[in-house]
């Protein structure tokens, strides 16, 4: 029975169709998830060993930072040519598909540039992470921040002409990789800093960044035949995407101020031993959501190609299976964890195993999150975005309040509970909204 599923399936993947290429597309994404989820836990085993718990705690906190600044870089671009590389495509406008990745691209540099200035400026005046003395750490760290920003960008463009296994290796396998390559042979000649561990990166993400730049190179020169030149519409391609800066900006929020509380809100002498240990349940809890982080790869330009050309049933059938698919790869490690976690925390040092219940906390935002489907990137392709925006909008409400209520008596713990119930409240009002406003069911049952 097996057997014939995995022929049928491998058939299926080889065809030239639509559904080929989304089952190859879907078939790669899973292998360099995983391979990245191995790497990742692996990395981290590494450097937690290696390091002391403040030390790793720096060098979580700084790339934290330096991910937070890269991300608002794109200014939405990142976010609208998933939908417009597939309108430019189905009209056959290759020329502004070459001149959008190129005015994109000096952009991007451009804004991330004077956002890393401008951060370590204020870094100057405002303490931004409690704990952290050598100012040399935030230097490198936002020096990432270009290289991260269009990373990010291109992984989207790649994505959006259905490149979706090569966008994710410079990111998912080889930065994760020589982080833990360079790690253990450092460890070799001395005890690694927070410092090194980020100077380490640093070399990463350069590398990691002229690998994508290379490869969405030849993955343009593939999907644009013939020679076509560029055609802009700058103006016009800031404007649509300033549509999603405020989405884009509650996102980041959302996503990452988990962490920056922890260094704002928590004492010096506490603060960088407790982002260690909130960062190894947070990562741990996030990797259930391996199905979900999948399917959003896949399915965004897939989804944006089907709605454009009218599709609807064909969408919905596309969404059904792969939400089914997501709870099939996502609740068994959500059972694993709760069932194993506090063991296999422990692998990471001594003391670390006392964020179980941090994890286990995550752990219930993460199932609505995979319950949900990809309810983000189905308003976005279907062009109703501000309802993301509001839930998004609420949910980072919620969050920050809750952080400040519940951190000083719980600490880690309360920082769990902000990030699980405003995930869960912004996944319910972006569901109510997408059933709604589009018809589209997300979630693996019928509803």
């Not at 450092?186 to 800093?193: E, N, R, V």
């Not at 349940?281 to 897939?302: E, R």
């Not at 296999?344 to 935002?365: A, H, N, P, Q, R």
Request: with cysteine.
């Amino acid at each position: 029975m097996l057997g014939k599923l995995l022929n049928k399936y491998t058939s299926a993947a080889q065809e030239k169709s639509f559904k080929g290429k989304y089952l190859k597309n879907l078939s790669s994404s899973f292998i360099l998830n995983v391979g990245s989820i191995i790497l990742t836990y692996a990395t981290n085993l590494i450097l937690t060993n290696v390091t002391s718990k403040s030390e790793y705690g720096a060098y979580v906190a700084v790339n934290n930072l330096a991910a937070m600044v890269a991300m608002f870089a794109p200014m939405g671009l990142h976010v609208l040519v998933l939908r417009q590389f597939s309108e430019y495509k189905n009209n056959q406008q290759f020329g502004f598909i070459k001149g959008m990745n190129h005015f994109s691209s000096i952009f991007i540099f451009i804004s991330s540039t004077v956002l890393a200035l401008a951060t370590y400026f204020i870094s100057q005046h405002f303490e931004i992470i409690h704990g952290i003395e050598n100012q040399w750490y935030l230097i490198v760290g936002l020096c990432c921040v270009p290289f991260i920003a269009l990373m990010t960008y291109h992984q989207a463009v790649m994505g959006s002409i259905q490149h979706t296994g090569k966008s994710l290796l410079g990111e998912k396998i080889i930065r994760p990789l020589l982080l833990a390559i360079g790690s253990f042979i450092l460890f070799q000649f001395a005890i690694p800093t927070g410092g090194d561990l980020i100077n380490i990166y640093f070399i990463a993400s350069v590398l990691v960044f002229f690998i994508n730049w290379r490869l969405l190179q030849r993955g343009l020169r593939f999907e644009i035949t013939g020679h076509h030149a560029k055609e802009y519409d700058g103006v016009n391609w800031l404007r649509q995407g300033w549509v999603f800066v405020p989405l884009s900006v509650l996102s980041i929020i959302n996503s990452r101020i988990d962490v920056q509380m922890i260094g704002l809100l928590m004492n010096e002498k506490d603060a960088l031993d407790n982002i260690a240990l909130y960062n190894v349940a947070s990562k741990a809890a996030q990797d259930v959501s391996l199905g979900l982080i999948i399917a959003n790869y896949v399915l965004g330009p897939s989804a944006a190609e089907l709605f454009y050309s009218n599709q609807k049933e064909r969408l919905q059938n596309i969404v059904t299976k792969t939400a089914r698919l997501v709870c099939l790869i996502s609740l068994p490690l959500i059972l694993l964890l709760v069932l194993f976690g506090k063991w296999m925390l422990s692998w990471y040092g001594e003391g670390y195993e006392d964020s179980y219940v941090t994890m286990v906390i995550l752990l219930c935002g993460q199932f609505v999150n995979v319950f949900a489907g990809s309810v983000g990137y189905l308003l976005i392709v279907s062009k109703n975005e501000k309802y993301s925006f509001i839930g998004m909008g609420v949910s980072v409400v919620m969050n920050i309040l809750l952080n400040i209520l519940l951190i000083k008596d719980y600490g880690i713990e309360g920082v769990a509970i902000a990030t699980a119930v405003s995930m869960a409240a912004w996944n319910l009002i972006m569901l109510y909204y997408l059933r709604k406003k589009t018809g589209i069911n997300p979630l693996p049952v019928n509803w």
